[in-house]
């Protein structure tokens, strides 16, 4: 295939999860990481801006487009390196389906992800904003990201204490646009039995004590039914679905500002994680709240949605009555986990 094969016309609406967004005025494919680097350096050293996509949901791009290139990372691969004591060191390509991998994982005894299983998107973006779900988060299991620094125009390694994980985010998220990368390596170790279960929820449906552990299988499948019953498991047909997920992150603000009866938990760094989703039903906006084609989830209220033909510029303005309403009831301001592109 030609590089010119690869070059077309996209609306990035084809892109992306919440399904809005105009054209991008390049679209071009890579599927190895020698095109990845050619690509990304061309558009920075002829200053043409750039967006590099995965599987498109965690972003939000205007109804005007991307006036620059877009390069979707399509990069695949899995390495194993087996060893009966450790488990495994697993690198895998930046452009391989996170979920089908977590799939793979689970299906030859790799343990550390079962919970993390039904999340959309690449292996490439899951160290961005460090995904997590039920009790979990992806910097367990890192060995380390190897990336292309488009500042220093040179390849960059981090071991798993460089990268500067902390709740959704990462040096990658606080760095934005610096760093491609281009695969990760994984160390698991391998078992029939889960990592311990940290979260009371998934605890409940697999009946077992927090801290316990279950069949790796039951794990992975418990969490797909508790993330479906949110509308967190992508699905045409189920239009609250239609999402990047939680729109906004946790807050994590001092002990005093917490609101009373908020659920909240204790950060390492002495501040305290507060339920975004409780601010916003607590300040007033609730399950199913539309603005336009847009909607607030019937399952989850942190899930913005296109719920029937809206354009970005709805979703963003009711993400704006969200954090409106939560800083006017509570003056507490909620960070958008989801990145904007296109909007002035
Ligand atoms: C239904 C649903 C449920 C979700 N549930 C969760 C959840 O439980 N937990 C969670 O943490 N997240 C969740 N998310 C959010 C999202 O799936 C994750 O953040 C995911 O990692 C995004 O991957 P992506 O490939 O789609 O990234 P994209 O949306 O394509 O990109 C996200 C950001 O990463 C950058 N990027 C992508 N790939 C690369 C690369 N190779 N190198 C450099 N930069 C790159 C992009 O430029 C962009 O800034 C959910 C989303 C949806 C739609």
Redesign the pocket.
Known sequence: MTRDSLRSMKRLEEL??FRVGGPAREFLTATSESE?IELVESADSSGVPL?????????LVSDAGFAGRVIQ?ASKGIEVESDACSGGLITVQ??ED?DQFVSWANAEGFVGIET?A?????V???P??????YGHEVREVIARVR?FDSRERKGVTFAVTDCDFGY?TSR?KRE??R????DLAFQMKQGEMSAPIQYQELADALEVSLGERAPLRQVLEATLTI?KRK????DDSDRD?W????FFTNPIIESALVPANAPSWPTSDGRVKVSAAWLIENAGVKRGTSHGGAAISSKHVL?ITNHHGARAEEIKQLAEICSNAVREKFGIDLES?V?LFGFA
Do not use: C, H, K
């Open positions: 992306t999860t990845l967006l590099i996509i995965g599987g498109g949901s965690n972003i990372v930046a452009g996170w993390l039904g999340i959309p998107g690449t490439g973006a899951a961005i904003q460090n995904i997590g779900a990336s959704r990658f934005p646009d760093y491609l990368i281009l993330r509308g967190m498991v992508l679905t999402s990047a997920g939680s899930a986990e990145r």
